[in-house]
């Protein structure tokens, strides 16, 4: 389904929607799961980019109980806290491309008309890293992350579209989750079908079977 949607602000996912790092992510995780030395205490599995795609998207707790049900709260804290140090650093050294085709060339192409802007359920600091390893900081407005709030998607959409005085939004994800969020936050979701997860046809106003459909989608008024 695709529909031209008016617009005056596109608010962007990042996992499974500007990019897929899970096979990066996958490594530097099972790096610090060794490191922590949880493995043989607590029974700590190692990780792979298949489960991490069913994973990304959510906040980082809840990742957490559900990799880990029988890791203590406090040794899961410290345990995301390696495995977020060791992701940054793959994520910045790695020489891979790790975009969706046409993302980035899209994003600079619209933001000379409609203004971009990311929130995502990720740690703090995973967003600026995101912007500066694809190169588009000068083209994203704002944004905002459950690391940074401790606030969940939906509060978080809200929290952006008040602080930008946004009037009609759109949310560019790949999962119902993002889906669910919008619907709570009151915001119109796009989904993005090349990524990790599915959503539910009553659920988006139209969908994206690769990133450059935005420039078909996207009505500027």
């Not at 559900?66 to 495995?83: I, T, Y």
């Not at 020489?95 to 929130?119: A, C, H, K, M």
């Not at 401790?150 to 602080?163: C, D, P, S, T, W």
């Amino acid at each position: 389904m695709e529909k031209t949607v008016k617009n005056d602000g596109v608010i962007l996912d990042i996992d499974g929607t500007i990019w897929n790092t899970t096979g990066v992510v996958a490594v530097a995780w099972n790096r610090a799961i060794d490191i922590s030395g949880f493995q043989k205490e607590f029974d700590v599995r190692k990780v792979n980019a298949q489960m991490l795609q069913g994973e990304f998207g959510k906040t980082m707790d809840r990742i957490a109980q559900d990799l880990w049900p029988d890791l203590p709260k406090e040794k899961a804290d410290v345990l995301l806290s390696h495995c977020c140090s060791e992701e940054h650093l793959a994520v910045k050294e790695t020489s891979l491309d790790l975009t969706y085709p046409g993302v980035i060339e899209t994003i600079r192409e619209l933001s000379s008309s409609t203004n971009f802007f990311i929130v995502s359920n990720c740690q703090d600091g995973y967003i600026e890293l995101t912007m500066e390893k694809c190169g588009i900081s000068d083209y994203i407005k704002d944004y905002e992350s459950f690391g940074r709030t401790g606030k969940g998607k939906a509060e978080n959409l809200q929290m952006i579209v008040q602080r930008n005085q946004i009037s009609s939004p759109i949310y560019v994800g790949d999962t119902q989750g993002d889906a669910d969020a919008c619907a709570q936050a009151g915001i119109p979701f796009v989904w993005a079908s090349y990524g990790f997860g599915k959503a539910n046809e009553d659920s988006y106003i139209a969908k994206l079977k690769r990133f450059s459909d935005l420039h078909e989608i996207v009505f500027i008024p």
